[in-house]
């Protein structure tokens, strides 16, 4: 068991925190799955408008790869197929029944009699090969791949506000340790971070864990700890998992049936009840708000930094898990650079707030400052957990020198974000970079 300690790493002040409690929603009436969040596929429907399914029928597939299936959560009708930019497939919208029929998959008894291939082979026909993610592209790893030696658990993701370990992990722990064999049966090294703070965790795994993390986002990243972690370049190729998919696959290897429900958190300080949740995978993010009063404030699905604007039109996708809602109300504020600024969000003591950075935690989206060029002020370094010179990576691709950024360390960019946040020119280092590396494995898998 290694203690380490990650630099670099920023504790936002960001208030509507989720309390501890897990309530459990009723469905709605409508669920969706969506093939337009799954990076880098090209997704088949295996439905059409009209069809009946049931829990674990198969929703759609990657054309290039047959085998990597997404299954419906829910059981019920097909009732619409969303189309996006060129006909992209967006959504399929499923009219849920209030019944819980489920098709069977294979089930175990006992993980350590299976091969490797039978193991993998249940993973893909259970729906549940698409919680891995391979490094250094956060890519789903291709379903006939060669498996690299580690794989990487992330139990606690400090993007505000991500379930806790202790949370979801409380009755849930024999499917946690029932995927934690089949991931042992795969991989041979199993890496699992929990952080320094999280001492129910600690205990609860203490057999598991191997390492104890110091730092706040995104300290607990599995990308993050590969970083502290690898020895050598080949060690960039490994996997990584969140804790809570250990929970899902363990179910689906142990009962035969496909996972459908998850623990989400509602966040953000608009709200009335900000909490953990249980939801059916693919809920309405109109079910999961019908109790709030947002008006016209931000929905973010899957992260403040990391995720993106969704709406009470919108679903929870199969890699979220979180839900946020940040106030819209974007007041002008005259003169405001002569003002102290002691309420305002600050990371490089611009304002007077730094003296206290949470007395005041209600965020908004507001830039609080315009775009502008790169003044050199070293702050996205500053900040940076895998020590990368983003300014300067941001450069090279500017000037369209792919090679360059790549050997100043591109590659183990982990998206994090939080350079683009504290950028006070407002560049936006995080999406630019993270762009570069998607193109480049684009092109890497022509
Ligand atoms: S934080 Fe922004 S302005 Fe400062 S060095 Fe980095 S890119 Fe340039
Ligand atoms: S360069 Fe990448 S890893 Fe570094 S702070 Fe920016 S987004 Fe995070």
Request: hydrophobic share 35%; net charge negative; aromatic share 10%.
């Amino acid at each position: 068991l290694k203690k380490i300690k990650i630099s670099n790493t920023i504790n936002i002040p960001i208030g509507g925190k989720p309390v501890d409690d897990i309530v459990v929603l009723k469905q709605g009436e409508f669920s969706g799955v969506k093939p337009s969040l799954i990076p880098f596929i090209t997704p088949k429907l295996a439905v059409k408008v009209g069809d009946e399914v049931k829990i674990g029928s198969a929703m759609f597939f990657d054309k290039k790869d047959t085998d990597l299936l997404y299954l419906s959560p829910t059981c019920g009708v097909v009732e619409e197929i969303v189309y996006g930019d060129k006909r992209s497939l967006s959504s399929v919208i499923i009219k849920n029944n209030g019944k819980t029929d489920t098709e069977e998959k294979q089930s175990f008894s006992d993980i350590s009699s299976i091969d490797v291939d039978t193991l993998r082979k249940a993973i893909c026909q259970g729906g549940l090969w698409g919680i891995f993610k391979e490094f250094p592209f956060n890519n789903i790893p291709k379903t006939d791949s060669i498996l690299p030696e580690s794989i990487y658990v992330s139990l606690d993701n400090d993007e505000p506000f991500h379930p806790k370990s202790e949370v979801y992990l409380q009755d849930n722990l024999d499917d946690f340790s029932f995927g934690l064999d089949a991931l042992k049966k795969l991989f041979t090294n199993v890496y699992m971070g929990v952080p320094l703070k999280s001492k129910s965790t600690q205990e609860l795994l203490e057999d598991h864990i191997t390492h104890k993390i110091k730092g706040h986002y995104p300290a607990n990243q599995s990308d993050t700890l590969l970083y502290k972690n690898k020895t050598s370049s080949d060690d960039n190729n490994s996997f990584g998992i969140f804790g809570q998919d250990l929970i899902r696959l363990g179910y689906l290897l142990k009962n035969g049936k496909y996972p459908n429900t998850k623990i989400i958190t509602l966040g953000g300080s608009i709200l009335k009840k900000p909490t953990h949740l249980e939801v059916i995978d693919g809920e309405s993010i109109a079910n999961i708000l019908k109790d709030e009063d947002i008006g016209d404030a931000r929905v973010i699905a899957g992260g403040v930094f990391k995720g993106r604007t969704s709406c009470l039109k919108g679903y929870v996708g199969f890699n979220e898990y979180a839900i946020h809602i940040l106030s819209e109300d974007l007041k002008q504020d005259l003169f405001g650079f002569m003002k102290p600024g002691f309420f305002k969000p600050t990371n490089s003591r611009t304002y007077m707030s730094f003296l206290n950075p949470f007395k005041n935690t209600n965020r908004d989206v507001s830039l609080y400052g315009e775009d502008r060029s790169c003044i050199n002020c070293d702050f996205c370094y500053q900040v940076c957990p895998v020590d990368l010179q983003p300014q300067f990576i941001m450069k090279e691709l500017y000037a369209k020198d792919v090679p360059n950024a790549l050997s100043m360390g591109m590659l183990d960019c982990n998206s994090c974000g939080v350079c683009t946040y504290v950028c006070p020119s407002k560049i936006e280092l995080s999406d630019i970079i993270t762009t570069a590396k998607d193109d480049l494995y684009k092109e890497l898998s022509k």
